[in-house]
């Protein structure tokens, strides 16, 4: 791979992120990677005490999948994170799959000996090839050290495909729930307990929406509908591998309600509803406990797709987790949508700013503006052109096409010349969303990290997440638009670092 060859002396001369150099040329600048070796799902996202806690699959010995543990990092502000040495490892045979993790300051597991306010469990599939069970472990110290639980597992229904729990404290039923996925079966089912130990089996779910493939790492959240504070819905998040439409994996939601006992999909059965349209989000995951002066519901999703997960071109790491995102549901004349945009937070990053006058685009347009990693608002209206937009890491023979197809009402990413593409045959591709021109506008939100490209299109009611590979030096910005010219009505950019 022509980029892994990097001349030592360039890399050396490459910026600090967090005081350590960036190592390779695909190594993002404001996402989150391991240090080195294999990630895939977010797990355990738990704030507590003043620190965001992001654990995450991975396998401490090796840049593909394998020996999964919880690999651990601590953020303050959702954006800078810290290394941690790893938290839960793969013990006698039995590997630490994907999870959750709760403060249980009420001590009601009991492993939590009198230091409540500080404890935390985790809740996780403990994997065998013949096995997978629900399991816990506590923290007495912030996070920082693990104790499984002797008593492991505390649910075992002897199935080989029961993962993933998802765990929170329902208030009005005053219990915990547990959600977890029987994959095979593409069912989601909903367990009560008094504490975190005995589980009582409350209902199950599905299979509704898109039923092929798995059902993986669900997780389950109330939301409140924009402008309306007073109305509020569950959203039942699932993961779906292989066979998504796009080929391998994708992340699908049902709206609808929860009573602490049933989860009821509002819309019909065979309504299937995608968070995101590009090919590299998946196993998303929402913090739990924010603190009570935080209103949001953050999530934050895997950027990769289990087609091409151990084959991304990067080292010493593999794996990138996207920005934490804020989620809203937004009424829509189709329905009740996810919105999801990028937390408020990530503008502490940025830095210088370009912008642009209004004007007329037609062809290409090539802007003063470059960079790899760029927050990039730009606001459309159509004209006569049949597609306009973004060009993006545009270089001598590569670009990342970011743009809107009038006819089909459809915003896109297209990667097929984005860089490399040929580490494997699944990864090249133009990613869709459906997306209305809203009063006569197409707006854009984009987020540009070095391998990676986050489209939040219509105020984040279509967003699209796709990795690319180009060459460092491709940094290239452009406007186009095509059939005739649109207008760009506003054009604000920074860098973030
Ligand atoms: C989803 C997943 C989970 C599982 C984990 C194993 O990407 O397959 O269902 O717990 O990865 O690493």
Known sequence: MRLLAMPVLLVAALPLVGGRPLDHPHRPRFHFTPERNFMNDPNGLVYL????????????????????????????????????????????????FSGSAVQDHRNTSGLCGGKGDACLVAVYTGHTATRQTQNLAASQDRGRTWTKYAGNPVLDIGSKDFRDPRVFWHQPTGRWIMVVSLAEERKIRFYGSSDLKRWIHLSDFGP???????????????????????????????????????????????????????FRNDNPKDLVLWADHGKDFYASLSWSDLPPSDPRRVWIGWMSNWQYANQDPTSPWRGMLTVPRALRLRALSEGLRLIQEPVAELRSLRGSRFSLPAREVGGSVPLELKGDALEITAEFAAGSATSFGLTVR????????????????????????????????????????????????????????????????????????????????????????????????????????
């Open 49 to 96: 005490d003043g620190e965001y806690h992001l654990f995450y699959q991975h396998n401490p010995f090796g840049d593909t999948w394998g020996h999964m543990s919880w690999g651990h990092a601590v953020s303050r502000d959702l954006v800078r994170w810290q290394h941690l040495p790893v938290a839960l490892r793969e013990e006698d045979g039995i590997m630490v």
């Open 208 to 262: 509704e929406g898109y039923t092929k493939g798995q059902w993986e790492c669900p997780d389950l959240f109330e939301l409140v509908v924009e402008g309306d504070p007073a109305r509020k819905r569950w959203v039942l998040d699932v993961d779906v591998n292989p066979g998504a439409p796009l080929g391998g994996s994708a992340d699908q939601y049902f709206v609808g309600s929860f009573d602490g006992t049933t």
């Open 394 to 497: 545009k270089g001598v023979d590569e670009e990342t096409r970011i743009g809107y197809a009038v006819p089909s009402a459809e915003v896109f990413v297209d990667r097929r010349r984005s860089g490399a593409t040929s580490f494997s045959p699944d990864f090249s591709g133009r990613h869709a969303g459906a997306l209305p021109v809203e009063a006569g506008r197409v707006r854009l939100h984009v987020l540009v990290d070095r391998s990676s490209i986050e489209v939040f299109a219509g105020g984040g009611r279509t967003v699209i997440t796709d990795r690319i590979f180009p060459d460092p030096a491709s940094q290239g910005v452009e406007l186009w638009a095509e059939g005739g010219s649109a207008s760009l009505v506003s054009f604000e950019a920074w860098s973030l670092d």
